[in-house]
């Protein structure tokens, strides 16, 4: 498995805190992302970076920020969580020209 | 922007039958990637298949394969001979060859194996 951790595994939060995901990597990969999954939607892009400080908006950015300072970080942050903001987010990595995302095990998020 | 749509959300099988999840996606662009992924109970999100678009070929993994229908902008995923291990959550996603490498993912079939 491709080394990629995400913490915590699982939250539980109340609505109006800010919430940060965290997600470390070990294989030096240019490229990081965050996405969200729900039930009938699949998974959506909330933000990528392509490299340190490099960063864009997914099609769901709307209440969440990123920071990478270090490639081998990348943070999620919620500034005032909602409960529609209640998923499990995944971060994934990649590198390859061929284009595949490795992924981590994903984060349950609950905003109550 | 790229959609890619999968209309089954549910199928089911049974063990060591075959069975096709449909996937159809839209862009305009020429170049690009389109994958298979299955998603476990464990939450686990594993590469199942992968297509180039510029291949005329279709891909084959083992018991996976794919019907890639480039004009159609169809992307279907054959599993043969089932097994109980194969059950799980499968989503199709479209990527260009060029740019970010981001995934733009369909709503997922779940597929359940009937011993």
């Known amino acids: 498995d491709a080394g990629i951790t995400q913490s915590p595994r699982h939250k539980v939060t109340e609505t109006g805190t800010p919430v940060t995901l965290r997600c470390h990597q070990t294989e030096n990969h240019r490229y990081m992302y965050w996405y969200r999954q729900d039930p009938g939607h699949g998974l959506r892009l909330i933000h990528y970076?392509?490299?340190?400080?490099?960063?864009d908006k997914g099609e769901v950015s709307d209440g969440y920020s990123v920071s990478r300072s270090k490639t081998e970080d990348f943070l999620l942050t919620l500034e005032s969580a909602t409960s529609s903001q209640t998923s499990v987010y995944f971060c994934?990595?990649?590198?390859?020209?061929?284009?595949?995302?490795?992924f981590g095990s994903g984060t349950q998020l609950s905003v109550l | 922007a790229q959609t890619v749509t999968q209309s089954q959300p549910e199928m089911s099988v049974q063990e060591a039958e075959t069975v096709t999840l449909s996937c159809t996606y839209d862009?305009?662009?020429?170049?690009?990637?389109l994958f298979w992924y299955k998603q476990p109970p464990s939450r686990q999100m594993i590469l199942v298949i992968r297509?180039?678009?510029?291949?005329?070929q279709n891909a084959t993994e083992n018991r996976f394969s794919v019907n890639f229908q480039k004009a159609a902008k169809s992307f279907s995923l054959k599993i043969s001979d089932s097994q109980l291990g194969d059950a799980a959550m499968y989503f199709c996603?479209?990527?260009?060859?060029?740019?970010?490498?981001?995934?733009?993912f369909g709503q997922g079939t779940r597929l359940t194996i009937n011993p």
């Open positions: 970076s392509y490299g340190v400080k490099d960063t």
């Open positions: 996603a479209y990527r260009l060859i060029q740019g970010a490498q981001k995934l733009v």
């Open positions: 297509q180039e678009a510029y291949k005329q």
């Open positions: 994934a990595i990649s590198e390859s020209r061929a284009g595949q995302l490795f």
């Open positions: 862009t305009s662009e020429s170049d690009y990637y």
